[in-house]
């Protein structure tokens, strides 16, 4: 499985930016790929993860409301809208993807998803 990231960069806070996410090589129907940053000094967190098994998008709760994932009809192609940008938001901001069947929201946390992005970093500025 191959996941390959794009977007980020620099952005004053209030403004927004998307970053597109492209997952390959899946060897099995049912996946998940998800968003997970990590700030400097903290652990890494997650934002969102698609489901194919139950095709929803799942948030943890702390991001809900201003992030906003969303896929293409391949379903491999994930989009992360991030608006009203907050300079805590600056993270390199990784997508991740995992052939395990992962359907709920407790299950989002790195340990779950075994192939990684290069990782994309987003800086807010105030």
């Known amino acids: 499985v191959q996941v390959v990231q794009s977007g980020g960069g620099l952005v004053q806070a209030g403004g927004s930016l998307r970053l597109s996410c492209v997952a390959s090589g899946f060897g099995v129907d049912e996946y998940a ?18 489901s194919s098994s139950d095709d929803r998008i799942y948030y943890a709760d702390s991001m809900k409301g201003r992030f906003t994932m969303s896929t293409d009809n391949d379903k491999h192609t ?14 390199v901001y990784y997508c991740a993807a995992t052939e395990r069947v992962v359907a709920a929201f407790f299950q989002l946390n790195a340990g779950v998803f075994d192939y990684w992005g290069q990782g994309t970093q987003v800086t807010v500025s105030s």
Not at 82 to 87: A, V
């Open 78 to 91: 994930v989009h992360l809208q991030m608006n009203s940008l907050k300079s805590e938001d600056t993270a």
């Open 33 to 50: 790929i998800a968003w997970f940053r990590q700030a400097p000094g903290k652990e890494r967190e997650g934002i969102s993860f698609f």
